[in-house]
């Protein structure tokens, strides 16, 4: 928590743009909105839609039920599965149990997961780059039989590799880690299987990479950075290690209630950035707090642009 403090005292404040909202992660939003709006509340998601607890608990306000499991959907009532993706069997345990359910999974995970099929049907064993437990690589590992992939999350782990078969293989990664770790551990598989295959394309999403990008830009230039975002996020606490590796020190915070006047002793610029899963309406809460306290000159650091837009499921365009 922030105590008050008497004196004001100038503080450079550099705004990452892009930040906050990718377009996966309005599309889930908007699909559990429309699908409270379609069928009335309450209706019942399958693990966090996305990772923040603002934007759950404001869709729990509408009608949402977060749950772990599908054993914890009751008959006759609507599912939606989060932006993460789920494993196969689970929109198949649904439509055993006539669920009717709609798959707010992120396009770009879902074309992961297809590429991982293709792979596997192609006879390779995929080596998949990740962290485990995270809901986004139990998903993927789902749509493949047991055994047909293997996680690696450090250089370490390639190193330690024994493929059955060195000849067939073929690499996928999440879409939410560093890109340059990822790019790290990509060149050590290809430099120790050479034959090995990936995607045209790289997995990591265009708005992880462009964060990312974002905050290199401006942590070259400040003593701080602050991440807004969740503990659990993957991509938001990427971005706190790219910060940190540009040479401020990097704080993840959820809400301005996190931020600590100590953070601040010595400092004269601070950086600004939101997690893909995090809404504009707490970066504007952390910049009425730290202009409550400094004398703030805000200045927009932009990066790219972004207009990428998913399509929502069919039944939904018009609820």
Not at 262 to 288: C, H, N, Q, Y
Request: proline share 5%; aromatic share 6%.
């Amino acid at each position: 928590m922030i105590d008050s403090d008497k004196q004001k005292r100038q503080i450079d404040l550099l705004v990452a743009t892009p930040r906050g909202f990718c377009a996966g992660v309005d599309r889930a939003i908007k699909i559990v909105e429309l699908a409270i709006k379609k069928y009335g509340p309450p209706v019942y998601v399958r693990h966090e839609i996305v990772h923040n607890r603002y934007v759950v608990d404001e869709l729990k306000k509408l009608g949402a039920v977060f749950v772990e499991e599908l054993d914890e959907v009751p008959d006759g009532v609507p599912v939606v599965f989060s932006a993460h993706g789920v494993p196969k069997a689970v929109p198949h345990k649904a439509e055993e149990r006539g669920l009717e359910y709609l798959d707010a999974t992120c396009p770009l995970v879902s074309k992961v997961h297809r590429q991982a099929e293709r792979q596997t049907a192609a006879g390779r064993h995929i080596i998949f780059v990740g962290h485990a437990n995270h809901p986004e690589v139990i998903g993927t590992f789902g749509q493949v039989a047991d055994g047909q992939m293997t996680l690696v999350e450090t250089l370490a782990d390639v190193a330690a590799l024994q493929p059955e078969n060195p000849e067939a293989l073929a690499f996928l990664t999440q879409t939410t880690l560093s890109v340059d770790d990822t790019r790290a551990i990509i060149e050590a598989l290809q430099t120790r299987f050479p034959n090995i295959v990936g995607p045209k394309g790289e997995d990591i999403c265009y708005a992880t990479s462009n964060r990312q990008d974002a905050v290199k830009k401006i942590a070259e230039d400040c003593q701080l950075v602050l991440v807004i975002g969740a503990p659990n996020s993957s991509n938001s606490l990427r971005l706190v290690e790219v910060a940190e590796r540009g040479g401020a020190i990097g704080k993840l915070i959820e809400r301005a209630d996190d931020i600590e006047l100590a953070w601040f002793d010595g400092v004269s610029k601070v950086g600004l950035t939101a997690g893909a899963s995090a809404p504009e309406i707490l970066v504007r809460e952390v910049t009425t707090l730290l202009e409550e306290h400094f004398d703030i000159r805000t200045e927009k650091v932009k990066t790219t642009e972004e207009n990428m837009v998913f399509k929502l499921p069919r039944g939904l365009e018009a609820a």
